[in-house]
């Protein structure tokens, strides 16, 4: 089965690259299908894509859907922020993301830096406040946004090699993340595995954590290998280490995207 990346962003957000060239790279790169998710609005953040770029991200994204037509899926999608507001239109699927806190009116995100990531902490009381925060939101976004895929489980980890900030695995905030599964697994959503942090340099392992994804093949849950490619050089990183963690977990098999919709089948072949 070829590999497949549905979670991709363009210079029409954050990204490096545009979609034309993101395309020609998974192209060459032999991926069955690429999806664009590009960042939903959310106001006063550069990051993401203002409303009124909205239509041109379409219209890119559809004319790359035409020039591969027959030789390559190109997929239609959006990254739906918890605190953004409805899409507008038609997508051929959502991955729904919390990357940050509301506090006061003001949203703090848990993926800026180190530095940001810690300050927030102070201003949550402290790293089990932060998280307490961060998976009650998680557990909502399914209902919240609507989404097919879940985004980055454990987004709070990805400054957190060598547990440089908290142990995950400390039974209390352990509980934080596996009550936040447990919600999250009874509406039936795929989740992903991604690489994104380590194509960025700041992790040597995909997430989830292991005992999440143990957890959620305990559930029989629906999981996906994705990038999260901010650069067309990163359309494929790390996705050797996501099939091997995957099996490690005790899956052999994934779910893809399809003209039909949403499929099971064998993890990507990456030779």
Same mark, same amino acid.
């Given at each position: 089965?070829?590999?497949? #990346?549905?979670?991709?962003?363009?210079?029409?957000?954050?990204?490096?690259?545009?979609?034309?060239?993101?395309?020609?790279?998974?192209?060459?790169?032999?991926?069955?299908?690429?999806?664009?998710?590009?960042?939903?609005?959310?106001? &006063?953040?550069?990051?993401?894509?203002?409303?009124?770029?909205?239509?041109?991200?379409?219209?890119?994204?559809?004319?790359?859907?035409?020039?591969?037509?027959?030789?390559?899926?190109?997929?239609? &999608?959006?990254? !739906?922020?918890?605190?953004?507001?409805?899409?507008?239109?038609?997508?051929?699927?959502?991955?729904?993301?919390?990357?940050?806190?509301?506090?006061? =009116?003001?949203?703090?995100?848990?993926?800026?830096?180190?530095?940001?990531?810690?300050?927030?902490?102070?201003?949550?009381?402290?790293?089990?406040?932060?998280?307490?925060?961060?998976?009650?939101?998680?557990?909502?976004?399914?209902?919240?946004?609507?989404?097919?895929?879940? =985004?980055?489980?454990?987004?709070?980890?990805?400054? #957190?090699?060598?547990?440089?900030?908290?142990?995950?695995?400390?039974?209390?905030?352990?509980?934080?993340?596996?009550?936040?599964?447990?919600?999250?697994?009874?509406?039936?959503?795929?989740?992903?595995?991604?690489?994104?942090?380590?194509?960025?340099?700041?992790?040597?392992?995909?997430?989830?954590?292991?005992?999440?994804?143990?957890?959620?093949?305990?559930?029989?849950?629906?999981?996906?290998?994705?990038?999260?490619?901010?650069?067309?050089?990163?359309?494929?990183?790390?996705?050797?280490?996501?099939?091997?963690?995957?099996?490690?977990?005790?899956?052999?098999?994934?779910?893809?995207?399809?003209?039909?919709?949403? !499929?099971?089948?064998?993890?990507?072949?990456?030779?």
């Amino acid at each position: 089965m070829k590999p497949q #990346n549905l979670h991709t962003h363009t210079t029409f957000c954050d990204g490096k690259n545009t979609p034309a060239e993101m395309a020609a790279a998974a192209f060459a790169a032999g991926l069955g299908a690429i999806g664009f998710s590009g960042h939903s609005p959310l106001d &006063g953040e550069e990051w993401c894509m203002a409303p009124a770029d909205l239509p041109a991200y379409r219209a890119a994204v559809e004319e790359e859907k035409k020039r591969y037509a027959g030789r390559m899926q190109v997929f239609l &999608g959006l990254e !739906q922020d918890f605190f953004s507001p409805p899409p507008e239109g038609t997508f051929d699927y959502l991955i729904g993301s919390v990357h940050g806190l509301m506090l006061d =009116g003001q949203l703090f995100a848990v993926d800026e830096s180190p530095e940001a990531f810690a300050r927030l902490a102070d201003r949550c009381g402290g790293m089990e406040g932060l998280l307490r925060q961060y998976y009650s939101l998680l557990a909502q976004t399914p209902q919240r946004t609507g989404c097919d895929i879940l =985004g980055h489980f454990d987004l709070v980890t990805k400054f #957190n090699e060598g547990n440089r900030f908290f142990d995950p695995e400390t039974p209390r905030l352990r509980g934080f993340a596996l009550e936040a599964l447990e919600a999250l697994a009874a509406q039936d959503v795929i989740f992903e595995v991604n690489t994104g942090a380590i194509s960025r340099g700041w992790r040597t392992a995909p997430y989830p954590a292991v005992f999440l994804l143990k957890e959620m093949r305990r559930r029989n849950a629906r999981v996906c290998i994705t990038g999260d490619s901010h650069a067309a050089g990163a359309l494929l990183t790390g996705f050797g280490q996501a099939k091997a963690l995957l099996e490690q977990c005790g899956f052999s098999s994934c779910w893809y995207l399809a003209r039909q919709g949403f !499929q099971e089948g064998p993890l990507p072949d990456l030779r």
